[in-house]
């Protein structure tokens, strides 16, 4: 029987290789996705490992495009940051990695898919509901999770099957993909105690400032300093640029999908500065109405991606709606690099409505008379009036 194991190369899926392989013997065909993060050298130390784990075959899919493309994009249209923190990092590529899995299983005719998630995580959720809704058909197996397996039970498993890797468990967990890393430790399974700044991936290197300029088209960073190439690499390039100065570091509280509480810290420059930015540029380019209501379908659209929810035709919904609201989110925006912060200095678009002709706020008015506005203040006024005129005794 065919199976396709959902593979990273660490302790919960290299127990899944070995055990479904051999105990349960399945033909494991072992699956990665890049949604970012992945260098051709740990690649292939994956591969390595998962043929000598037992898979019959190892397949790395490179789906950093098809991230952007499909969710990243409307990260940034919809200013998304859960609990107006994190930029939904994990979760995101977890949907897109799933996706490519299951299609991937179905392609080669699959019968099994498995995973390494345990039953206390969000990924457990998001995994199987994409996995249900594309292939209902295809059977689902979690050995660590249906078996409560701990980490000392799977490490003396592996070592009874001559498995003997270096299972030591990082002080720190590092999750590095194309919007963000995040970073799991015994301080975020407190309330009270703060991440050290040695437990981040990125350490201060640059301690002189500088302004970059940011060019967005409909939306999408097409540009950095007038350099222009495609929103991945500048979304890369920017996270290279930005770490070096410590910028974008935080940690994120949170409801999971199973009810409980969460808490974890991450590093996410590129993905906080093109967020803030593109927000910046919004508010020089927007109806009040359009910022609103934006607002509403962002969060919604980030709820309901961060639960796994992403194959909902509400969702195809959300993403035509704010990709209509940018077409006219274009132009520059001057960011201020600084050690561990930045700043939105301002932006240049010619879709600016601050350009308009007919007066600068607090100053001047070129579009209406006195006796305009004052008119216009007392029919503003009157629901006011009609509402104390009736209730001003009913205290």
Same mark, same amino acid.
């Given at each position: 029987?065919?199976?396709?194991?959902?593979?990273?190369?660490?302790?919960?899926?290299?127990?899944?290789?070995?055990?479904? @392989?051999?105990?349960?013997?399945?033909?494991?065909?072992?699956?990665?996705?890049?949604?970012?993060?992945? @260098?051709?050298?740990?690649?292939?130390?994956?591969?390595?490992?998962?043929?000598?784990?037992?898979?019959?075959?190892?397949?790395?899919? &490179?789906?950093?495009?098809?991230?952007?493309?499909?969710?990243?994009?409307?990260?940034?249209?919809?200013?998304?940051?859960?609990?107006?923190?994190?930029?939904?990092?994990?979760?995101?590529?977890?949907?897109?990695?799933? /996706?490519? =899995?299951?299609?991937?299983?179905?392609?080669?005719? +699959?019968?099994?898919?498995?995973?390494?998630?345990?039953? +206390?995580?969000?990924?457990?959720?998001?995994?199987?509901?994409?996995?249900?809704?594309?292939?209902?058909?295809?059977?689902?197996?979690?050995?660590?999770?249906?078996?409560?397996?701990?980490?000392?039970?799977? /490490?003396?498993?592996?070592?009874?099957?001559?498995?003997?890797?270096?299972?030591?468990?990082?002080?720190?967990?590092? #999750?590095?993909?194309?919007?963000?890393?995040?970073?799991?430790?015994?301080?975020?399974?407190?309330?009270?105690?703060?991440?050290?700044?040695?437990?981040?991936?990125?350490?201060?290197?640059? #301690?002189?400032?500088?302004?970059?300029?940011?060019?967005?088209?409909?939306?999408?960073?097409?540009?950095?300093?007038?350099?222009?190439?495609?929103?991945?690499?500048?979304?890369?390039?920017?996270?290279?640029?930005?770490?070096?100065?410590?910028?974008?570091?935080?940690?994120?509280?949170? &409801?999971?999908?199973?009810?409980?509480?969460?808490?974890?810290?991450?590093?996410?420059?590129?993905?906080?500065?093109? =967020?803030? +930015?593109?927000?910046?540029?919004?508010?020089?380019?927007?109806?009040?109405?359009?910022?609103?209501?934006?607002?509403?379908?962002?969060?919604?659209?980030?709820?309901?991606?961060?639960?796994?929810?992403?194959?909902?035709?509400?969702?195809?919904?959300?993403?035509?709606?704010?990709?209509?609201?940018?077409?006219?989110?274009?132009?520059?925006?001057?960011?201020?690099?600084?050690?561990?912060? %930045?700043?939105?200095?301002?932006? @240049?678009?010619?879709?600016?409505?601050?350009? +308009?002709? %007919?007066?600068?706020?607090?100053?001047?008015?070129?579009?209406?008379?006195?006796?305009?506005?004052?008119? %216009?203040?007392?029919?503003?006024?009157?629901?006011?009036?009609?509402?104390?005129?009736?209730?001003?005794? #009913?205290?």
């Amino acid at each position: 029987m065919k199976l396709v194991l959902a593979y990273s190369g660490g302790l919960d899926t290299s127990y899944c290789a070995k055990y479904l @392989s051999e105990e349960k013997g399945f033909e494991v065909h072992a699956v990665s996705v890049n949604t970012g993060g992945f @260098s051709e050298e740990e690649i292939a130390e994956i591969k390595e490992k998962a043929l000598q784990l037992g898979a019959t075959s190892y397949t790395s899919i &490179d789906a950093i495009q098809y991230f952007y493309d499909k969710v990243v994009k409307y990260l940034i249209f919809g200013n998304v940051l859960k609990n107006n923190t994190y930029p939904l990092s994990v979760s995101a590529e977890r949907i897109v990695q799933a /996706i490519e =899995i299951v299609n991937y299983a179905k392609k080669i005719g +699959a019968s099994h898919i498995a995973h390494g998630s345990t039953g +206390a995580g969000n990924d457990q959720v998001r995994f199987d509901m994409i996995f249900q809704i594309i292939a209902p058909e295809i059977e689902i197996i979690t050995p660590i999770r249906d078996n409560k397996l701990s980490r000392e039970a799977e /490490i003396e498993y592996l070592k009874t099957k001559g498995v003997d890797y270096s299972w030591e468990k990082a002080k720190y967990s590092i #999750n590095r993909g194309l919007w963000g890393t995040s970073v799991g430790g015994e301080e975020t399974l407190t309330s009270e105690k703060p991440l050290p700044a040695s437990a981040y991936p990125s350490q201060l290197q640059e #301690n002189n400032s500088k302004e970059i300029k940011l060019t967005f088209e409909k939306g999408e960073l097409i540009a950095i300093d007038g350099k222009k190439d495609s929103p991945v690499n500048n979304i890369v390039k920017l996270d290279a640029l930005a770490s070096k100065y410590a910028i974008g570091r935080d940690i994120h509280v949170g &409801d999971t999908i199973i009810g409980i509480k969460g808490r974890v810290g991450f590093e996410a420059p590129a993905s906080l500065i093109i =967020i803030k +930015a593109h927000h910046l540029l919004e508010k020089h380019t927007l109806s009040k109405w359009q910022q609103y209501q934006k607002e509403q379908q962002g969060n919604f659209y980030g709820m309901l991606l961060h639960e796994g929810n992403y194959l909902d035709e509400v969702m195809r919904n959300i993403e035509a709606f704010l990709t209509d609201t940018q077409k006219n989110v274009s132009g520059d925006v001057f960011v201020g690099l600084h050690p561990y912060r %930045f700043e939105l200095n301002g932006i @240049s678009s010619k879709h600016d409505l601050m350009n +308009a002709s %007919f007066g600068s706020y607090g100053e001047i008015n070129k579009g209406w008379t006195a006796d305009d506005a004052k008119g %216009f203040i007392k029919i503003l006024s009157n629901s006011g009036k009609i509402y104390n005129h009736v209730n001003h005794n #009913n205290d």
